[in-house]
């Protein structure tokens, strides 16, 4: 079946620190991967997404490559500023069309 | 404005009441989405509809209920809520099509004593 693991929160970091925050997955066939970004009292929003095997989704400053190896999706940022504090959802979309979604990561940036 | 639109963003009610959550978009989109968000549990799937004709049950319906009115409203509605359906509620839309994203309202928070 499908599904999609991702980092424990919640992080907290200096602004400027590097951001990873880690996501994996389980799917059949060859899914579509996402990062939403969901700011306080917002819905989601889409970050980033790659569409097949070693496809880079870049948005922000944001990155995260699609690695079928390792069935990761891993998201990195440079330098984090506070503004970027919000939670990080890794999704996936597979080939029967639904979305699933890892459990989000609260992220807490400090000036 | 908006492209997808939930109604209310706030509701608070009693155990025992038929709830109806609205969803509206703008966007054309065929597929359309309901999703509740619980602490530590990220987003489940509730219902989904791929065209007006089509509705479908995803991970959690139970004590759910939708209603495709057109291409651009999707209702949700708890016909007898209780106090676990308490969470936050969002809708969702889509293009077919695999590699396209979904697209959130902002979602309905309902809080159920």
């Known amino acids: 079946g499908n599904s999609v693991t991702q980092m424990e929160g919640p992080v907290t970091l200096s602004e400027e620190a590097f951001l990873t925050i880690n996501c994996t997955y389980t799917?059949?066939?060859?899914?579509?991967l996402f990062w939403y970004v969901q700011y306080p009292g917002e819905g989601l929003q889409l970050l980033l997404k790659a569409t097949k095997a070693d496809d880079k989704g870049s948005n922000k400053g944001f990155e995260a490559t699609y690695r079928k190896e390792t069935t990761s999706f891993h998201l990195e940022k440079g330098s984090v500023q506070v503004s970027d504090s919000a939670v990080y959802f890794c999704a996936l979309r597979g080939t029967g069309n639904q979305f699933y979604f890892g459990t989000g990561t609260s992220l807490t940036v400090i000036p | 404005d908006a492209d997808v639109t939930q109604t209310p963003r706030n509701r608070i009610t009693k155990t025992g009441k038929r709830i109806m959550l609205e969803c509206s978009q703008t966007k054309g989109h065929d597929r359309m989405y309901w999703y509740r968000q619980d602490p530590g549990l990220g987003l489940r799937l509730i219902y989904y509809s791929f065209d007006v004709k089509d509705i479908n049950k995803g991970e959690i319906s139970d004590g759910y209920s939708v209603s495709r009115q057109a291409q651009a409203k999707f209702s949700l509605s708890l016909e007898s809520a209780i106090p676990n359906q308490t969470a936050l509620y969002f809708c969702a839309t889509s293009r077919t099509g695999q590699n396209q994203p979904q697209h959130f309202g902002d979602g309905t928070r309902l809080s159920i004593l």
């Open positions: 799917a059949t066939g060859y899914p579509s």
